[in-house]
């Protein structure tokens, strides 16, 4: 099983800031089949970013992924209100699926 | 409108056992690799299992720690996918979510329903 470590566990930022967030897997995932989730309290999660860099249908361009391998990064480039929320990364290239334990961007 | 609506959640005793279903609507089901998430409370997301389409085998897949104690199955007449729980444990206490990837990758997961809460406890 292929463990995702994300990192860091929560970030502190203020609206207009730049947030990196971090996936690391355990061993290499093929195909680069990583994508990136977004949630808020009681909701459902979100689909932001598939195969590691595409963005979803509607995503705001302040949103970007990269990464290949066993390093993935999730960017928002300038903090809005609305991205202060809980992340999680997800690979699909072996199985099980399995998810990372989330990075929490609260705002500070 | 691409819904999908989970049903069947509530309290349960160790040891018990519980039937989720999922109703999807607004998609070919039939052609829908579906899934199963849960989270627990406060917790991240875990990936229960799936069952692929009937088209590419309708085999199905679990994550360890509840192989062997449930089943997904899927009635592609009635638009519906189930997650059979038996030997419920104090662990399985969490949101169960239903999910499938319809539009980019079969496992980049683009719709949600809202979750069912199951709770085990004596």
């Known amino acids: 099983e292929i463990v995702l470590t994300q990192s860091p566990g929560t970030l502190s930022l203020s609206p207009g800031e730049r947030a990196t967030l971090s996936c690391r897997a355990s061993?290499?995932?093929?195909?680069?089949?990583l994508n990136w989730y977004q949630q808020k309290p009681g909701q459902a999660p979100r689909l932001l970013i598939f195969?590691?860099?595409k963005r979803a249908t509607g995503l705001p361009d302040r949103f970007s992924g990269s990464g290949s391998g066993t390093d993935f990064t999730l960017t928002i480039s300038r903090l809005e209100p609305e991205d202060f929320a809980v992340y999680y990364c997800?690979?699909?290239?072996?199985?099980?699926?399995?998810f990372g334990g989330g990075t929490k961007v609260e705002i500070k | 409108e691409v819904q999908v609506v989970e049903s069947g959640g509530g309290l349960v005793k160790p040891g018990g056992s519980l039937r989720l279903s999922c109703a999807a609507s607004?998609?070919?089901?039939?052609?829908?690799?579906m899934n199963w998430v849960r989270q627990a409370p406060g917790k991240g997301l875990e990936w229960v299992g799936h069952?692929?389409?009937?088209?590419?085998?309708?085999?199905?897949d679990y994550g360890a720690p509840v192989k062997g104690r449930f089943t997904i199955s899927r009635d592609d007449s009635k638009n519906t996918l189930y997650l059979q729980m038996n030997s419920l444990k104090t662990d399985d206490t969490a949101v169960y979510y239903c999910?499938?990837?319809?539009?980019?990758?079969?496992?980049?997961?683009?719709?949600w329903g809202q979750g069912t809460m199951v709770t085990v406890s004596s």
């Open positions: 999910t499938t990837g319809l539009v980019y990758s079969r496992s980049a997961f683009n719709f």
């Open positions: 607004g998609f070919t089901f039939t052609n829908a690799w």
């Open positions: 069952v692929k389409s009937k088209t590419d085998g309708g085999t199905t």
């Open positions: 061993q290499s995932v093929s195909g680069s089949f």
């Open positions: 195969g590691a860099s």
């Open positions: 997800q690979q699909y290239g072996s199985s099980p699926l399995t």
